[in-house]
């Protein structure tokens, strides 16, 4: 095949090489050693995130974003991780190999997941994500190197069979360029900037659509969806005590008690919490913000609400401010939504826990195909 990205593949990989190499280390690392080891991965993820960033920027400008694994296999292990980085709890380990294991039967040996060997230059990494991010899977299909993938550590089987299926090579279904045929789509529920990566129809040049369109498909998103969504606003004082300008934000995610845990701001700041502080008091009414919150400018930031006003500080910065939640009232934590509908006006449920036949017939295809 010919590799349209093939320096900015190649520094990827370096990196990523790199970062494989340091975790084996810290894994049998001597205590006294697994500080100056972690410091090292840290200084060495940034790198790494700029080099992923940058070879999807190219993949999106190239022929086409799809080869399948050589061979149909595809070595993977689940990241060897230790000292502050997280690992997956055991039952979490169970269910990925227990999604693993499905598709290995579903596809018969057509394309089938292996343990990675020490002879792998092309492997899937699995990854566990950290409180605030999502799962998500770097490539669709095979683009040669180190392929990561993130999952939360308390994901049900559906969800890791979901981006297997990425790693297979497959798109979502309700991307396919004959989507419009068998939805009804209410683009005003998503979020603009996760549209052309989650939602968008994927052009002809980039991936055939195979077999008949398949609501029940585990990789079709189903019509309900918890979006939060809220928008914010805060005014920003700076170290001299004197407000500088306004900015906005959204909630991106709350817990189930209405606590926001993810806030990305309008100027490229982005606060997470996890769940360990207290959840507010049963029965307010709007998304609680008060309480500690780290950001990916490595400093912290620092909230106290009253209803839907707050004011916020970041001490490192100098700065402070004032601002308000904007969106609707909410005691569950999310706000449900609409995405889509089929044809009929009827809901899409599609049970991720289950792969479909047509999923299976649709991987064995374009691997023939191919």
């Known amino acids: 095949m010919m590799d349209f990205c093939k320096s900015e593949r190649e520094r990827k990989d370096d990196l990523e090489w790199e970062l494989?190499?340091?975790?084996?280390?810290?894994?049998?690392?001597?205590?006294?050693?697994?500080?100056?080891?972690?410091?090292?991965?840290?200084?060495?993820?940034?790198?790494?995130?700029?080099?992923?960033?940058?070879?999807?920027?190219?993949?999106?400008?190239?022929?086409?974003?799809?080869?399948?694994?050589?061979?149909?296999?595809?070595?993977?292990?689940?990241?060897v991780t230790g000292g502050d980085i997280p690992g997956f709890s055991s039952a979490m380990r169970t269910i990925i190999l227990q999604g693993i294991g499905n598709w290995n039967n579903i596809l018969g040996g057509s394309v089938q997941f292996v343990p990675k060997t020490r002879e792998d230059r092309s492997f899937l990494n699995i990854f566990r994500a950290t409180s605030g991010t999502a799962n998500w899977t770097e490539h669709i299909g095979f683009h040669g190197g180190v392929h990561n993938m993130w999952l939360l550590d308390n994901q049900n089987i559906g969800r890791v069979h979901h981006e297997l299926g990425h790693i297979i090579g497959l798109h979502h279904e309700h991307m396919r360029q004959d989507r419009d045929q068998h939805l009804n789509l209410f683009e005003g529920q998503i979020p603009r900037e996760s549209y052309p990566d989650t939602w968008g129809q994927v052009v002809a040049k980039v991936r055939m659509d195979v077999g008949p369109y398949d609501l029940k498909s585990v990789m079709h998103y189903p019509s309900l969806w918890d979006r939060p969504n809220l928008r914010v606003t805060s005014s920003v004082r700076d170290n001299n005590g004197n407000f500088v300008r306004a900015i906005g934000g959204t909630i991106r995610k709350t817990s189930n008690f209405g606590r926001a845990t993810h806030i990305v701001w309008d100027n490229g700041v982005i606060l997470i919490r996890g769940e360990a502080e207290p959840s507010p008091p049963i029965g307010r009414s709007v998304f609680e913000l008060s309480g500690t919150w780290q950001s990916n400018v490595g400093v912290e930031y620092f909230f106290a609400q009253v209803g839907r006003s707050f004011t916020w500080s970041a001490p490192a910065f100098g700065q402070s401010g004032e601002g308000s939640i904007e969106g609707p009232t909410a005691t569950s934590g999310t706000t449900p939504v609409i995405i889509f509908e089929d044809k009929n006006g009827q809901p899409v449920t599609p049970n991720w826990s289950v792969i479909t036949p047509q999923d299976a017939a649709g991987v064995i295809e374009i691997y023939d195909r191919a």
């Open 20 to 79: 494989s190499d340091l975790q084996e280390r810290l894994t049998n690392a001597p205590p006294q050693e697994k500080p100056g080891i972690v410091a090292m991965i840290r200084e060495l993820n940034p790198r790494r995130d700029e080099a992923v960033r940058a070879y999807k920027e190219c993949l999106r400008n190239a022929p086409t974003d799809f080869h399948p694994w050589p061979n149909g296999k595809i070595p993977y292990q689940i990241a």
